[in-house]
Each structure stands twice: as C-alpha cells, then as structure tokens.
C-alpha cells in the first residue's frame, strides 16, 4: 500500500523533553515537508527537503530540528527550546512542483 | 514572505447551491496551486490541482486560476451537508519546491 506513514498517532511530551516524530514515505517523492496546525488555524511550514541531506527552515522552525537521511524518511524533533509545542502536526510529500499528499497526523500535547 | 491569503469564514451555504470559495497570492512567480479539504481532527486530502489560468473541472468541483490578478477559487455546484469542512489553498513557488498554505476557509452546508 502506497502511502505516508506518520507515528505515533498520540505523543505526550513532558516540559524540558526532546521528542522525535516519525514520518515515512513509500510514493518515492522528493520532497517532504513539516506543518504545525493549531486549532481552527491554517497550517504553518516547520521545514522541508527536497533532495536526501539537504533541507530548509520554513516559517517556523525555531525550536524544531529535522534529518533527511533517506528518501524515504524525514523525521521532526520537537526540543525543549520549543516553548509551546501543544498542536498537530503534519508531514507530507510531493513530487517536485506537484501537490503534497498528508499523512494521518501526529497530535502532540505538553503535560 | 510569500503569502495566501483567504477568508476564513464561516461561509453558509443551502443544500443544492453553489459554494464559491476565494484565494489570493503574494508571490507572482507561483506556478502550481491546490485546494485541500480539511475535515475536524483529520489531515488535508486534495481535491484539486491546477497549473494554467483558466478553468478545470472534476466532477462538482471546478478551480478557476487568474495569474494576472494572483487570484485562485474553487466552485462547488450541488453542495451537499458532505461538504462541510474547512477548505485551504496552498501554492507551490516553484523556485523553491516551498508549499504555503492559506488559514483556510471554513464550509457549512445548510440542510
């Protein structure tokens, strides 16, 4: 089944915490992007990769780190520098130039 | 900083009738645009893409993209109660493979 696997689909971070969030893609695009959503709000691009060990910070990355290892991974770690990181957050893939298609989400809360 | 700007509604709509749903673009080198369907607690799905000016049609949905003016819509005819959701645009610079996304608009079909 081709697709973009996020997980988990829940995550509870502590304060002062590092969380890493998964995303992995079988479609072979690409690119691969991160967005945060927060409620009843657009979203809002972390960072993204277009090419394996090469990505660039979107409008938000402060706070956040990202690898591209490979093709088809590109995982997101929340830091503990990332002061209010309570929301939902959605990796995607596209084809150069061509719509992205969303994995299921991961909602991320502070406790 | 590129921008997409659209209104967030919420847009009311009766059951049969027409939604017509607005966005606008900052960045005039933008080459490829895109509506997404967002339903509560869920990640985008796609519902169109178009790269040319002028119209294109998918069954009840119809984008309609005007470089000249940085102006991109979605038609919905025979809108059902299905419908309802919040709908975002996002457009794709090209230059940089950097997918931006309007705060979306949200859609309430009317029984």
């Known amino acids: 089944d081709g697709g973009i696997t996020q997980s988990p689909k829940y995550l509870f971070r502590k304060e002062g915490q590092n969380v890493t969030l998964s995303c992995e893609q079988n479609l072979n695009h690409d690119a691969m992007y991160w967005y945060r959503q927060d409620p009843g709000q657009g979203l809002r691009l972390i960072y993204y990769?277009?090419?394996?060990?090469?990505?660039q910070k979107g409008d938000i990355a402060e706070g956040y780190s990202v690898s591209r290892e490979k093709k088809e991974s590109f995982p997101l770690t929340v830091t503990s520098a990332q002061k209010n990181p309570t929301a939902f957050y959605l990796c995607a893939s596209s084809m150069s130039n061509t719509e992205a298609f969303f994995g299921q989400g991961t909602r991320l809360t502070v406790v | 900083q590129k921008e997409v700007e659209q209104n967030s509604g919420p847009l009311s709509v009766p059951e049969g009738a027409i939604a017509s749903l607005n966005c606008t673009y900052s960045?005039?080198?933008?080459?490829?645009f895109f509506w997404y369907r967002q339903y509560s607690g869920k990640s985008p799905e796609l519902i169109m893409s178009?790269?040319?000016?002028g119209d294109k049609e998918d069954g009840r949905f119809t984008a309609q993209l005007n470089k000249a003016s940085q102006y991109v819509s979605l038609l919905i005819r025979d809108s059902q109660p299905s419908d309802s959701a919040t709908y975002l645009c996002a457009v794709n610079g090209n230059r940089d493979d950097k997918i931006i996304f309007g705060k979306g608009t949200r859609l309430h079909i009317l029984p």
């Open positions: 178009i790269y040319s000016n």
């Open positions: 960045d005039r080198g933008s080459q490829s």
């Open positions: 990769s277009q090419i394996v060990n090469d990505f």
